[in-house]
């Protein structure tokens, strides 16, 4: 026979617990805006899909707060890109389940001077699990503004207003970039029946830059219309996307006159 001593204990022993808690993340997986293309001092809705990766807890009682980036050239002279049309950047979401996802909306207004490139919009968000323990995440995304290209041309220069076929006019004016985007490749080309040449290829013009045409027109044939020569002004954009103006002048073409 054998015999064991075994000695009782009043209580059990208290088992350390892992307060360890896993941290649920909410990321912003992609964005739309509408319209598709935002031009600045337009008026654009964002919306933003957002999707809570954790694969066992939900979270609720979020706050969305979203900010666009600070312009300016100084820390006294910022200002937002983007400001919200209703006066708050804060939106509100009761419950987004474990792995969903869901989508939110803001309406925003751009600023009218930004200039053409992508601007940062940041999303701060703050949100808690089921046993009340709070998070905060900081997720951005970047929006490409653009600027509407402007041009104006000054008045046209013409001498003389009539020639004969087999002569030329002169022509002369300046073409104004009054944007706030730089234009490429800026061409002119003179349209009619009568005349020919005269294009001029101008190259790349800054925001503020002036650019001078002065060139020859030849007569071809005599005017059988009103005598109006189609200018044609064509440039592209940062993206390459070509764009024209089209302006008027008048300019006749008559027959040599030979003395008998």
């Known amino acids: 026979d054998y015999y064991v001593q075994v000695n009782g204990v009043s ?4 088992k350390e617990e892992n307060t360890k808690i896993s941290t649920p993340r909410v990321i912003v997986t992609g964005f739309t805006t509408t319209p598709e293309e935002v031009y600045a001092g337009d008026t654009f809705k964002l919306t933003l899909n957002l999707k809570n990766t954790s694969k066992q807890t939900a979270v609720s009682n979020m706050l969305f707060d979203i900010q666009g980036t600070q312009e300016g050239t100084d820390a006294a002279n910022t200002y937002a890109a983007f400001l ?9 979401v009761e419950r987004i389940g474990a792995d969903s996802t869901k989508s939110i909306t803001i309406e925003l207004k751009s600023k009218a001077d930004l200039a053409q490139k992508p601007y940062v919009v940041t999303v ?3 949100y808690e699990d089921k046993d ?3 998070f905060t995440e900081t997720a951005s995304v970047s929006i490409p503004i653009k600027q509407e290209a402007k041009v104006d041309i000054s008045s046209i220069s ?3 207003e009539m020639i004969e076929v087999g002569n030329e006019a002169n ?12 234009l490429y490749n800026v061409n002119v080309k003179f349209e009619a029946d009568s005349i020919s040449g005269g294009d001029v290829f101008l190259g790349n013009l800054e925001s503020g830059a002036t650019g001078n045409v002065d060139t020859y027109l030849s007569a071809q044939a005599a005017t059988a219309d009103d ?10 954009d940062e993206e390459g996307k070509q764009s024209a103006i089209e302006k008027e002048m008048t300019l006749f073409v008559s027959e040599p006159y030979y003395e008998d």
């Open 11 to 14: 209580a059990e022993e208290p």
């Open 171 to 182: 022509v002369m004016f300046s073409i104004y970039n009054v944007g706030k985007t730089k």
């Open 227 to 236: 005598g109006l020569v189609k200018i044609l002004i064509t440039y592209e």
């Open 132 to 134: 009340a323990n709070s």
């Open 84 to 92: 919200p049309t209703a006066g708050s950047s804060t939106i509100y």
């Open 124 to 126: 701060n968000m703050e």
């Open 158 to 160: 013409l001498m003389p």
